[in-house]
Structures are given as C-alpha cells and as structure tokens.
C-alpha cells in the first residue's frame, strides 16, 4: 500500500480563493511527522509546513494551515488567497519513528496547482 | 546565509561515463541525503548519512554511491551511468533533532543519460 496518496494530479483555483490540497497517508508507528513542500516550476524544493503525529493542534505558517485528521489518517494543506506565485508543485510528505536513523521522507506524487487571475 | 549546494545543476552525458554530483552545506548538520524525483512517483531516497564515514542505503540505492569524508560534502556518485538513471537529483540535510528537523534541500541537479 502506498504510504502517502495524494488523490489530485491537477488542481485549479482562482486567485484570492481559499484551495485544500488532499494527502492521505498510512503508517502503523505512533509516532510520525507530516510535511508540505511547494516546487515551482524553477525546481527548488520549498518547505512549507509540519505536523507532528501527537501535535494536539493543527499547523499553521501565514497562508499555509494543514487540516490534520488523525483518525482517518489524512493532512490535507489548506491555502487563503491564493496568489499567482503559488502555482508550483505541492508535495505531501511522511517520516516514521522518532529519532530512526534513515529520516527519509516518503514523499507523495504531488498535485499541481494552477492559479488563475 | 544556510543553504545546501548541488554542482552541476544540469549535465547530460552517456551511458558508462563515471560522474559525481557535490552536495555540499553550510549549517553544520550531521544528517545528509539523497534523493530522486521522476514523473509520478514524488521523490525516493537513494543514500544517506548519519555523519562522517557513517552512510547507508535508502529505498533505490542500485547503480550508486555515496562518500562522507567531511560533515559539509556527501557527493553522489554514478560509476556507470545508464538511461534509467536520468532523473532530477536532490541532495538534503538536517540537523540533529528527529521527527521535527525540516529537510534543507538544494536547487536540484538535472541528470540525462543518454
């Protein structure tokens, strides 16, 4: 089973609108982070923001909150007034264990968000 | 300013030619990795290490290899390229805390094999 399942390919939104971005992950460990990149058609990896599995809360970076939902194992990221620069690449990102030495990412296929004027 | 820095950014060569692509940081992290992005598949982890002349493999390590001789550089290494290995590299690090240590990535190195 995949680890991380981000369901939408392609997304369009206007600009100023709000738009949430889905990412569904599966993992056993209790303990796990979530991230959120952003790649712009320049290539660079940008982070965004974290969610920690025992995060009471959920994160918030300026624009960026993340609607985390632990019982059905999904951090959709959510963005207000979206802005022509937020079209990029949107990458939706796992790592397990605390501590464990890989610290690897697992990283989903990503989403692709067009803003539109 | 912290940053990570990958050379060459973009290089095409051919099938069975060694090359090495430097990775390099600024910010004194112990953690350093490797990764591949392609087309629908997100980005997968080929190496990485926990510190100095400490590296192991990651999830697609075949056809590569990796070095840490100094914390700053952790170069990636193709001894004999072949096209599957044509793909967007990105080299990433981290300090020491777990769970939370955001992954500082480079700019990215474009590889075609031709």
């Known amino acids: 089973a995949q680890k991380i399942t981000q369901t939408q390919p392609g997304m369009f939104v206007q600009e100023k609108e709000a738009v949430t971005l889905d990412c569904t992950y599966d993992?056993?460990?209790?303990?796990?982070?979530l991230f959120w990149y952003k790649q712009p058609s320049s290539g660079e990896m940008i982070f965004l923001i974290y969610q920690g599995s025992y995060d009471q809360q959920n994160a918030t970076e300026g624009r960026y909150s993340l609607n985390f939902q632990k019982a059905r194992k999904s951090a959709n990221l959510v963005i207000s007034a979206s802005q022509l620069g937020d079209s990029a690449m949107y990458f939706c990102?796992?790592?397990?264990?605390?501590?464990?030495?890989?610290?690897?990412?697992?990283f989903g296929s990503g989403t692709r968000l067009q803003v539109q004027p | 300013e912290a940053q990570v820095t990958q050379n060459p950014r973009y290089l095409i060569t051919v099938t069975g030619k060694k090359l090495t692509v430097t990775c390099s940081q600024n910010m004194n992290h112990e953690y350093m990795s490797w990764y591949r992005q392609d087309p629908g598949l997100g980005l997968r982890q080929i190496y990485y290490?926990?510190?100095?002349?400490?590296?192991d493999k990651g999830d697609v390590p075949e056809g590569y290899k990796v070095s840490r001789k100094e914390k700053r550089n952790f170069p990636l290494i193709l001894e004999s390229p072949s096209p599957n290995q044509t793909s967007l590299y990105f080299c990433?690090?981290?300090?020491?805390?777990?769970?939370?240590?955001?992954?500082?990535f480079g700019e990215g190195s474009r590889l075609t094999v031709l």
């Open positions: 990433a690090s981290t300090n020491g805390r777990a769970n939370t240590g955001e992954l500082f």
């Open positions: 993992t056993s460990d209790p303990s796990y982070g």
């Open positions: 290490s926990m510190n100095v002349e400490v590296t």
């Open positions: 990102a796992m790592r397990e264990g605390r501590g464990t030495g890989r610290r690897a990412l697992t």
